[in-house]
């Protein structure tokens, strides 16, 4: 039997958060990124350092390509007891 309207499929969704989670077993300094962004503590990140920029480049590389045809949804997890948002620090 033909379909007159055959059914819609949707492509998978990833849940980044999801994703960072299975991050956090990986070596350093990407499992320590990955703990950060879940933390909400991303702030904390020496961003002038090459290495570290280059480390968040590749995790979010990495992460494109993972979700490559795929719907991304991102729902913050709640803050983990004890890892309060940080702030930047402020410029007195």
Aim: hydrophobic share 40%.
């Amino acid at each position: 039997m033909k379909w007159l309207f055959p059914p819609r499929r949707f492509p998978a969704v990833i849940m980044f958060e999801d994703w960072l989670v299975g991050q956090t077993s990986a070596p350093r300094p990407r499992s320590t990124l990955a703990q950060l962004m879940l933390d909400r503590r991303f702030a904390e990140v020496d961003l002038g350092s090459q290495r570290n920029r280059d480390a968040v480049r590749l995790l979010l590389d990495d992460f494109e390509r993972d979700a490559e045809g795929q719907w991304v949804r991102s729902d913050p997890l709640p803050s983990r007891a004890g890892a309060e948002p940080s702030r930047p620090p402020s410029h007195r």
